[in-house]
DNA sequence: ATTACTAATTCACGAGTAA
DNA sequence: TTTACTCGTGAATTAGTAA
């Protein structure tokens, strides 16, 4: 287990610089004796988690890598339960998203890491501006990145996709690198076309259930 | 501190679903005895951190927010210290940035949120192939958000801004909503004509270290 | 098989205090 | 002042075993 000495350390900034701090000091905030402290501290210095020169302590490499296991533990268990649902309003595309989806450099690429091949279209949703602080949210999750390619002539860049259902279908949210919309819109792609499958018409609203994580 | 045991169930999905686990089991992955589980299993019981119904354990909600808790202590520690070099060659804008960034719907924002005034017009980077991996990562880190806003005629999105230091001054690097440039290119912004202070041509070297979070 | 109680033991804590 | 030692006390752990 992590120590509970070292999440305190690292809440010091002590993994970027030398910290001083007295064994008393920590003892009042970590409301233990200062002898514990001076135990620990010790325990610590032979698990080579920290080093000490003098007053000044600052966490070891091994200390760091220890806490990120831990919190990528952490993260994945409670950044993948994440549920974000959007519901807005269906509008217009660019006409853009006919040309890029269809791209072989893409596809391929869908049906490896998304599950499916995407119907030649992006849906665009139009969110309330209550959603885009969700909308944040979802982008800070680990997406799934869809590499770039060039095809000689143009160049398409990345997407970071995340998985997503619409009427339980599944379907990826995508946020190309170089986007044309503001951050009240958001591209949908799915194996169908669910624009004419649901009877979607400009202005319809619709229901988009994003799971984070890959 | 979070029990240990919680972050092994955690680690199990028992926030999402019932998991059927025997005390014997977890004692061999933990490396602790049969008995010292059982007595960790009535104590996280007692302070209301799992539900057992026969052999099926369920993390509760106080769980999880514990747990939350020590996460975010985890990822401000571990992903703000984050920092990211880019070092590429100065190219010549696109002519764009000059009339943007003058904004006072964006210099007011720029002053509240970077500390500075931007000089009118974006120093763009373009980096190697190999840094654009690292783009992508501090791409992930939490930005400042500069709200984009519309002037009558126009309309003129949000930026995801890094703080960051150029020849050890501040700096930003922006990512317009909508850009016109690949993944290759950074756009920078600074309260000085860095171009002109620091004799910047186009081709020249440029680094760029930009720290994550806000 | 399983969980959990009791008892023996080991280990961690903090008071006192030396360096 | 500081850190860290010794040592008495109590808490946590495990072995044995009942349920």
């Known amino acids: 287990m992590l120590p509970e000495l ?61 806490s990120e296991r831990v919190y990528l533990t952490l993260r994945l268990a409670l950044e993948a339960k994440r549920q974000f649902n959007f519901s807005g309003i269906v509008i217009e595309g660019l006409g853009t998203g006919k040309g890029f989806v269809k791209m072989p450099g893409y596809q391929k690429q869908f049906i490896k890491k998304l599950g499916f091949e995407a119907y030649p279209g992006t849906l665009n949703l139009k969110i309330p501006a209550g959603q885009i602080e969700q909308r944040l949210a979802l982008r800070t999750a680990k997406p799934i990145i869809i590499e770039g390619f060039g095809n000689g002539s143009r160049r398409f860049g990345s997407l970071a996709a995340y998985k997503a259902k619409i009427f339980g279908e599944p379907a990826a949210i995508i ?15 799915s194996p169908d076309n669910l624009r004419r499958r649901y009877k979607l018409a400009m202005g319809s609203g619709l229901q988009v259930l994003a799971g984070g994580g890959s």
């Open 6 to 66: 070292v999440i305190y350390l690292l809440g010091k900034n002590a993994h970027r610089e030398g910290v001083r701090l007295t064994t008393k000091e920590m003892a009042t905030e970590l409301e233990v004796s200062q002898q514990t402290i001076s135990r620990w501290m010790i325990e610590l210095e032979q698990a080579g988690l920290i080093d000490r020169h003098g007053r000044e302590i600052k966490l070891t490499q091994k200390a760091v890598a220890e």
């Open 175 to 189: 946020f190309p690198e170089m986007s044309h919309h503001g951050l009240d819109v958001i591209e949908l792609i």
